[in-house]
Nanobody, 120 residues
Framework: QVQLVESGGGLVQPGGSLRLSCAAS????????MGWYRQAPGKQRELVAL???????NYADSVTGRFTISRDNAKNTVYLQMNSPKPEDTAVYYC??????????????WGQGTQVTVSS
């Protein structure tokens, strides 16, 4: 089994900054794509940003230029640097990872979610 544990959520003022972290642990042979999704109240879960194991990145249009995704493969950790957040960025942020275990099974994993609230 693999666990994804997020940290760094909380209350941030518009125009401020916040960094989310997500560490993967457990039976890991390899981690491919990692990323972040979010879900606001009454809305569907949506992609925020993805990063491959080759450090290729993909962002939602709504966060491009404000958020930066990165990863530390030695720590099995993915980060989301949120700069100049807006109230519409308020949501529960979920970490995602595409993982292959030592028995060569491959599947998607999700974190438990961390609340980000952007408000003055």
């Amino acid at each position: 089994q693999v666990q994804l544990v997020e940290s760094g959520g909380g209350l941030v003022q518009p125009g401020g900054s916040l960094r989310l972290s997500c560490a993967a642990s457990g039976s890991i042979f390899a981690i491919y794509t990692m990323g972040w999704y979010r879900q606001a109240p009454g809305k569907q879960r949506e992609l925020v940003a993805l990063i491959t194991n080759y450090n290729s990145t993909n962002y939602a249009d709504s966060v491009t230029g404000r958020f930066t995704i990165s990863r530390d493969n030695a720590k099995n950790t993915v980060y989301l640097q949120m700069n100049s957040p807006k109230p519409e960025d308020t949501a529960v942020y979920y970490c995602y990872a595409d993982v292959r275990d030592p028995r060569m099974s491959r599947r998607d994993y999700w974190g438990q979610g961390t609340q980000v609230t952007v408000s003055s």
